[in-house]
């Protein structure tokens, strides 16, 4: 057994930032710069790189202690063959260090100490303590940066144009590559296909998301034709075309961050749900009271419905809803107070998607929903200090166009119906969590001016206490946001001036029945 005294563990420590900086440059034939039909012949390499025999009983244990400097900037194996010719070629193989980070006469003296100790213990090895070793490389045993930095023109990678930089969503590789690499994209698709196992189509961003569902057009740089994608995130398998819905990998943490609130006795409105990152875990795996969710495009709504059926289709869960079902159904159903013939409030319903603009699903579904459960929950002397209500807005894009919704919610003839079903210290103390993702320039100014927009214009609460959280860099100088407060009754019922879009949504809607738009 190779023991590994505690101070080296500590230098090994110490110098950790190092190593992950430090890495082998491979030297190219300048006259694979500009290549743009993949010809793989023509990247063979002969490295000269450092190498240590080790016996076969231990050089698993030695490559842990080895670990910082191993060879790894290369699909190379670990362990190299000694040549058949050497004596002890059954009985030790090499371990192939990176030049960059093992320099001999720059290692810590407890650093060589303990490796001369390893090599001085083998009594068969007589050779150096550590070997030049020529090695040969082919393609394959190169890495997509490594072929791309070959390739690339000088010029470009020193604009820091990113040709590295891609998201995974299933079996596909998304790029947004800028206007430098555009004529290398096609050699881009196919050496990243040749280099992760698991993609089989590369495609490339071809507009902004400026459509009415939220999805962009790309093309397909290499691979298969299909979009049809699975992928997992938070617990919760995904199904859908990628082609027509959105979805960002990026966005993981963040959808991670939010479904971890909730609890049990909370309510989610989902106003642009897309294909279900925050409610399919939400109702699947945090169980939560009720979610009703909702998106415009008719693809996504199609994929909410089935994503939520299929992180619900086990024994143990379909139980576990049957058992909440009739466990609510011998629970006290009270008159409903604001009627509606476009909407059925059922608390024993855990999950509801609409196909709805989100507008349209805030002042006809929210709306009733949100009073009915609150006097089914007093009706059943349910504790509100343990639950919260959370409306969730992720449309980047717009989101904060939408939240004049929740002003006028409720006319004064609704509104003298709900003063006078619910208690007065719920209507005084009820609050809806808004969680308003947007964009935002890099600078804390323009955040400002969004919040005391939020705060002054819409809401014309002066005294509203808004938190932005950062989630992500989209561009150099795009940053996207979540922007978190609570509003109450105060301002479903506040008599400013309407917004005209809110009267269309409402006159429309009490002469029509919502239906879900037909996909071909």
């Not at 619900?312 to 079902?325: F, G, V, Y």
């Not at 009915?372 to 343990?386: A, V």
Request: glycine share 2%.
């Amino acid at each position: 057994m190779f023991v590994v005294s505690s101070l080296v563990k500590n230098l090994f420590k110490k110098n950790q930032l190092r190593f992950l900086k430090t890495k082998m440059k491979l030297s190219f034939d300048p006259s694979l710069k500009g290549m743009k039909q993949l010809k793989r012949e023509m990247f063979n390499l002969e490295l000269n790189v450092p190498a240590i025999k080790a016996k076969k009983n231990i050089y698993v244990d030695l490559k842990k202690f080895l670990k910082n400097f191993i060879l790894d900037s290369v699909n190379l194996k670990k362990f190299q063959d000694l040549s058949p010719e050497d004596p002890l070629y059954s009985t030790h193989k090499y371990i192939i260090l990176d030049p960059e980070k093992f320099q001999l006469e720059k290692l810590e003296p407890e650093i060589k100490q303990e490796i001369l100790k390893f090599v001085q213990n083998d009594e068969k090895n007589n050779s150096e303590f550590v070997e030049n070793l020529s090695i040969k490389l082919k393609y394959e045993d190169l890495k997509f940066d490594d072929v791309m930095r070959a390739i690339i023109p000088d010029e470009i990678i020193n604009e820091n144009v990113n040709v590295k930089g891609y998201s995974i969503i299933g079996h596909i590789a998304h790029f947004n590559l800028r206007d430098q690499v555009l004529e290398y994209k096609n050699i881009i698709g196919e050496v990243l296909l040749d280099k992760v196992n698991h993609i089989k189509t590369v495609v490339n961003k071809i507009n902004e998301i400026d459509n009415t569902y939220r999805n962009f057009k790309f093309e397909i740089l290499a691979g298969e034709k299909t979009t049809q994608v699975q992928c997992k995130e938070n617990g919760c398998e995904f199904k859908f075309d990628f082609a027509h819905v959105y979805w960002n990998p990026r966005l993981g943490t963040e959808h991670e961050r939010v479904v971890k609130l909730f609890n049990s006795d909370d309510v989610v409105y989902d106003v642009f749900a897309g294909v279900g990152p925050f409610s399919v875990p939400a109702v699947a795996n945090k169980k939560i009271s009720a979610c009703l969710s909702n998106d415009l495009n008719p693809h996504s709504y199609k994929y909410l419905l089935e994503n939520f059926k299929n992180n619900n289709k086990s024994k143990t869960k379909l139980k576990e809803l049957e058992t909440r079902k009739m466990f609510l159904k011998r629970s006290k159903i009270p008159s409903l107070i604001l009627p509606n013939e476009n909407f059925i409030f059922d608390p024993s319903e855990f999950f509801s998607a609409f196909n709805l603009d989100g507008r349209d699903f805030i002042r006809t579904k929210l709306k009733y929903h949100l009073v009915e459960f609150l006097n089914y929950r007093q009706e059943n002397e349910f504790n509100f200090n343990k639950a919260k209500f959370y409306a969730l807005m992720n449309l980047p894009a717009m989101s904060v166009e939408f939240l004049d919704s929740f002003t006028n919610l409720y006319t004064s003839h609704e509104r003298e119906k709900i003063n006078r079903a619910l208690k007065a210290d719920l209507i005084e103390n009820f609050r809806l969590h808004i969680y308003c993702y947007h964009f935002c320039k890099g600078d804390k100014t323009e955040l400002e001016k969004i919040q005391e927009r939020i705060r002054h214009e819409i809401f014309h609460e002066s005294k509203l206490e808004i938190e932005s959280k950062y989630v992500r860099k989209v561009a150099p100088n795009k940053d996207m946001y979540c922007t978190m407060f609570q509003i109450g009754f105060n301002s479903f019922f506040s008599n400013g001036e309407q917004n005209t879009k809110n009267k269309a949504v409402e006159h429309a809607d009490l002469s029509r029945d919502i239906k879900v738009q037909k996909i071909e």
